[in-house]
């Protein structure tokens, strides 16, 4: 049994694969293991580094950058100090992106909702036990990563991640928690299990979700869950903004209904 590492933010970062399983390609789980190595670096890497990151040798580490950065998806970083991705990696998210039905019909109700917001408008698609941002549209101040597609964080703490709690049962919602990676983001990040529990129970009951500086210092957000036809959660709305400038009371009076009306265009689909 072997991980592959994840992109996750308070998420624990492995995940299970079988590799007894007969149509299983270690060569490809191997390559992208190393394309894996990058989610949490801050800077390029060497040879060494990127084999201790992914458990490879390092001849096994160099033959695996050697091919990707002949294709293009791993390249040396400007300065020459180590090994970066390559741009061929934006060739994959975009097709992800225009190929996702979600995405494409919520595309245009969620610039809507920032015509009429004037705040940051997120999508988010639920990948086990974090939330992937799929799509970001921008207000008046902003932090780099707060821009970036892909980021991801975690389900447990974030507005997104109860609304979407909000539609499971309790057993699915206690799995999670036990699951998850529960550490302070934040100095307000809740991690204890039935802080938690109370959260869910209060989007059950009021239809959506807020998170008040639980990702990000000074940032409220408020979120409602994006479901399947049968009701599964899939993902969810976000719109976000600063304490500067609301409370949460107002804020949540002026933002409610706006994310579940938008929901609710998307969930008609």
Excluded at 17 to 29: G, K, R, S, T
Excluded at 45 to 59: F, P
Excluded at 139 to 144: D, G, I, M, N, V
Excluded at 224 to 231: C, E
């Amino acid at each position: 049994m072997r991980y592959i590492q994840r992109a996750e933010y308070g998420v624990r970062p492995t995940t299970h694969i079988d590799e007894d399983d007969p149509l299983f390609v270690q060569a490809i789980a191997r390559a992208l293991q190393v394309l894996s190595v990058f989610h949490e670096s801050g800077k390029p890497l060497t040879l060494n580094e990127i084999g201790a990151a992914a458990g490879v040798g390092k001849s096994a580490a160099q033959r695996v950058v050697h091919t990707l950065r002949q294709l293009g998806y791993i390249e040396r970083d400007a300065n020459d100090r180590g090994y970066v991705p390559g741009i061929r990696i934006l060739d994959h998210a975009r097709d992800y992106l225009r190929l996702n039905p979600l995405v494409a019909r919520a595309s245009p109700v969620l610039m809507e909702l920032r015509r009429n917001a004037r705040e940051r408008v997120d999508l988010s698609l639920r990948d086990d036990l974090r939330l992937i941002y799929a799509a970001r549209l921008q207000s008046k101040r902003e932090t780099f990563f707060a821009t970036l597609i892909g980021q991801s964080v975690p389900i447990y703490c974030t507005s997104g991640g109860r609304a979407i709690m909000a539609h499971m049962g309790d057993a699915e919602v206690d799995d999670i928690i036990a699951r998850s990676d529960r550490r302070e983001i934040t100095p307000k990040t809740i991690t204890d299990p039935d802080q938690i529990r109370a959260k869910v129970r209060e989007a059950r009951e009021h239809g959506y979700a807020l998170a008040l500086e639980e990702i990000l210092q000074g940032e409220i957000a408020i979120a409602a869950a994006i479901l399947a036809a049968d009701g599964t959660p899939l993902g969810a709305i976000h719109i976000a903004g600063s304490l500067s400038e609301w409370d949460a009371d107002t804020f949540c009076r002026r933002f409610a209904p706006l994310v579940g009306e938008a929901a609710g265009a998307i969930n008609r689909f």
